[in-house]
């Protein structure tokens, strides 16, 4: 099946931060999502993004699908933001995720 | 208001004990799926149904059955079978296989 890996596995930020999280895959996708799972365990869908770039407030993604990787930004990072980030990619009609960012924002 | 809900939040089963989860969404979403999650790892997939009265297994189904009756409902049975079932369970749903997925808020299993 095929290969999701997220990097880096632990990020520290100080709140107003930016960040950026990686998200490579080891075949071509027609679907990539990013979820923030928060401290309760809910997973909230942030960007479906198979290729090029989306902005909602804060955060933004890009995808390029060519060269099989995917990009998520944080910019002014707030303590709301701590969780685990989580992409996924499709394969034979499901998605497969990846291990995880945890992100954690200090006040 | 439309979403996913997972019921129980907590779960307890006891050895030999069949227990079911329960997820019911009223999206209208004709695709829905389980995942299991382990502490500090990603999301695994035990069973999918793209289709009412339809499933396919998913990468670790052994253990689990599923039923897809109704269209907003899909619930998971974690048998005996499933020698480790400590994990918290979460169901989603989409319109289909390629669309956006939404998850419900979960289910923590534990064994007494």
């Known amino acids: 099946g095929i290969q999701v890996e997220q990097s880096p596995p632990d990020l520290i930020l100080q709140e107003g931060a930016n960040s950026t999280l990686r998200c490579n895959f080891s075949?071509?996708?027609?679907?990539l999502q990013w979820f923030h799972q928060n401290p309760w365990g809910q997973l909230i869908n942030l960007f479906y993004i198979p290729s090029g770039t989306k902005q909602n407030g804060r955060l933004s993604a890009t995808t390029v699908a060519t060269e099989r990787y995917s990009l998520l930004y944080i910019s002014s990072s707030q303590t709301t933001d701590s969780g685990v980030y989580f992409c996924?990619?499709?394969?034979?009609?499901?998605?497969?995720f990846g291990a995880g960012t945890t992100v954690t924002v200090r006040a | 208001d439309g979403g996913i809900t997972q019921s129980p939040k907590y779960l307890f089963r006891k050895e030999g004990q069949n227990v079911t989860l329960s997820c019911e969404q009223n999206l209208n979403h004709d695709a829905m799926y389980w995942y299991r999650q382990d502490p500090g790892q990603g999301l695994r997939l035990i069973y999918y149904?793209?289709?009412?009265?339809?499933?396919q297994k998913g990468d670790i189904a052994e253990g689990y059955s599923v039923s897809r009756e109704k269209k907003e409902s899909f619930p998971l049975t974690v048998t005996s079978a499933q020698k480790n079932p400590t994990a918290f369970y979460l169901c989603a749903s989409n319109r289909g296989t390629n669309e956006k997925l939404f998850f419900g808020s979960g289910t923590q299993l534990s064994v007494l």
């Open positions: 996924a990619v499709r394969y034979d009609y499901k998605l497969s």
């Open positions: 149904s793209q289709i009412v009265n339809d499933f």
């Open positions: 075949d071509s996708v027609n679907n």
